[in-house]
């Protein structure tokens, strides 16, 4: 170390000095000099390791007829050290090259050093305000940084992509007002893949997607953060001052017109795809959180839930302590609903709907959504109108209850043409999360005629009334219903009616799977007279039996004044095919049952 005193009438102490030694001495340095304030972030922030040599150039003012002053200035010289950025999680390793400074900044060109393995190169230079600009670009090897530190991430983003960051550093010196320091990082993605859902996919390599963020810290203040993904997804995030952790964050699509809430997250504006089922399964395997999302106000033109897609969605819904509650208005559903935060609270979750109208695509989703009935509450939903395919029904309720193994089915009821539905049963799943759905069913109805076209299906009967009680059983969840995969019976007790004709896969599909209309027909070369004009029924009795994909009866007994017709046998639900006995007895004088007409 030199000192002198360059003039004695105005005396100033200089100081010139240099040193060689670990990096961590220079911070500790910095803290205690005029350069950086003893409680800046900054510093606090930040690791070093390593050897420095550092040259120093002091001037202080020993007189009180100059003006205090302190005036610093040197050069810092850097040789393999280390610098991590702790609350970034970004630690620069080989670190080389010569930063000078002074009292208006810091500059240095060619300075290196490796991140994650990777080189990255930075320039300081000072701007005219006294601030200082530290431009970094390289690659930035994203496995390395999210398997180091967030690792569930590292599952879905991969890949190395080249980062072009700038920091706006603060004029040196305490008496600087303007504490502020600001940071922007952009990058084209080249060479990243992200597995997440829509909007955040990008799974090819050589394609780029640009983003960009923007953020400014000043001591005493939250920091704010702001990003864009392509001009389509944008967020703006604020950082408590206390914590640097995320208190509020609004994540917005289509424009930044935002609307921050006054903590945790919200996401907001205007998509055209959501693949629901993806996002469900992402957000079920990452339940730990550390910030909740606290509103929802989208609309989407197209979203889609396992096998059903929904255009035009407009969805709200906020979170209090104890429930989400919101509404929906699209093409399949329009209504109000609340869904308890906690599913095992034993809270309901209500829903009430002005209509529900499901058809399922035509081609099958490679991942259908399935819900697991044990995590499921209580349900009372109700819906004024309820359309499946092309059934309809009206004044639609549900309620349910948690079971130990899913869900109890209380009641189930509806109503349609001339038909009345009531249901009750289980919904249940074993230690290996195989499904399992058991429902006992009654149907009545006062026209046959009249509820088949209700349901969507041309009538072959005309007029009619009764009813059908059946209990089903089938290996998955309710809503993935197959006739072919049922177990289980039914009993059919229908009155005075008439079959005209049943074509193939229409409406009389249960009465169809015995082919009458074959069977009428041979009935008609010979007794014309009975059956040209349809076949007439008093009553229909009869049990029937669902088990592999066939269904089978012993008992099907369709009495009318022309003829009574006993049908036995198998029939094919799967392949269409028959294996029956009909027992036929005309009501003609001297007439003898025709037994054994195979179909």
């Known amino acids: ?282 957000m079920q395997a990452e339940k730990e959180q550390t910030i909740e999302v606290k509103e929802i106000d989208l609309f989407v033109n197209q979203v889609a839930i396992g096998d059903l897609s929904i255009d035009n969605v407009d969805f709200h819904a906020t979170k209090n302590s104890q429930f989400w509650s919101g509404g929906i208005n699209s093409s399949v559903a329009k209504g109000n609903f609340e869904y308890p935060i906690d599913t095992y609270s034993g809270s309901i979750a209500t829903a009430n709907f002005d209509y529900l109208r499901f058809k399922p695509a035509e081609k099958k989703s490679s991942k259908p959504t399935n819900f697991d009935p044990r995590t499921l509450p209580a349900l009372v939903v109700n819906a004024e109108q309820f359309q499946y395919k092309d059934s309809i029904f009206n004044n639609v309720s549900l309620k349910t209850k948690p079971s130990t193994k899913g869900l109890t089915i209380d009641s189930l009821q509806g109503k349609g043409k001339d038909l009345q539905i009531s249901a009750n049963g289980t919904w249940e799943a074993d230690e290996g999360d195989i499904q399992n759905t058991n429902l006992t069913i009654a149907l009545a109805t006062q026209n046959i005629q009249n509820s088949l076209a209700g349901l969507g299906f041309d009538s072959a009967v005309t007029g009619g009334e009764g009813s059908v009680n059946a209990n089903f059983v089938w290996p998955k969840a309710p809503y993935q219903f197959s006739l072919a995969a049922v177990t289980g019976t039914a009993n059919l007790r229908f009155k005075d009616g008439a079959i005209s004709s049943v074509e193939p896969g229409g409406a009389g599909r249960l009465v169809g799977l015995f082919n009458l209309r074959e069977i009428t027909r041979r009935l008609s070369l010979d007794f014309t007279d009975f059956f040209s004009k349809g076949y007439s029924f008093e009553k229909i009795r009869g049990d029937l039996q669902f088990k592999d994909a066939n269904l089978t009866t012993n008992n099907l007994r369709i009495n009318g004044p022309s003829a009574d017709l006993l049908i036995q046998g198998r029939t094919g639900i799967t392949a269409q095919d028959y294996d029956q006995v009909v027992t036929i007895t005309p009501h003609v004088s001297g007439g003898l049952p025709w037994i054994g007409l195979a179909v």
Do not use: C
Request: proline share 4%; charged share 20%.
């Open 1 to 282: 170390v030199h000192a002198y005193i360059d003039d004695l009438k105005l005396p100033r102490l200089i100081l010139n000095g240099s040193a060689e030694g670990p990096a961590s001495n220079i911070l500790e340095y910095l803290q205690k000099s005029s350069i950086v304030p003893e409680n800046s972030k900054v510093i606090r922030h930040l690791t070093t390791s390593g050897n420095t040599k550092f040259d120093l150039d002091l001037s202080l003012t020993l007189t009180k007829k100059l003006e205090k002053q302190i005036l610093v200035s040197g050069e810092v010289e850097f040789d393999n050290a280390g610098l991590t950025v702790n609350s970034l999680s970004l630690p620069f390793t080989n670190l080389n090259g010569k930063l000078s400074f002074d009292q208006s900044g810091a500059e240095g060109n060619g300075l290196s050093a490796k991140l994650y393995g990777l080189p990255v190169r930075a320039n300081a230079i000072k701007s005219k305000n006294g601030r200082t600009l530290l431009s970094v670009s390289g690659d930035f090897d994203l496995d390395s940084y999210f398997s180091s530190n967030y690792t569930k991430l590292n599952q879905y983003i991969k890949g190395t992509a080249p980062v072009d960051a700038t920091i706006d550093i603060p004029r040196f010196g305490k008496n600087n007002s303007d504490k502020s320091f600001a940071v922007d990082v952009s990058s084209d993605l080249h060479g990243v893949v992200s597995l997440l859902p829509e909007p955040f996919s990008h799974k090819v390599f050589d394609q780029t997607k640009k983003i960009s963020i923007h953020s400014k810290h000043q001591q005493g203040v939250d920091s704010k953060i702001f990003a864009s993904l392509e001009n389509q997804v944008f967020m703006q995030a604020f950082l408590d001052q206390g914590t640097s952790r995320l208190s509020r964050m609004e994540l917005r699509m289509g424009d930044d017109q935002f609307s921050l809430p006054e903590s945790g997250i919200k996401i907001s504006g205007r998509m055209n795809a959501l693949n629901l089922s993806e996002w469900r399964e992402l």
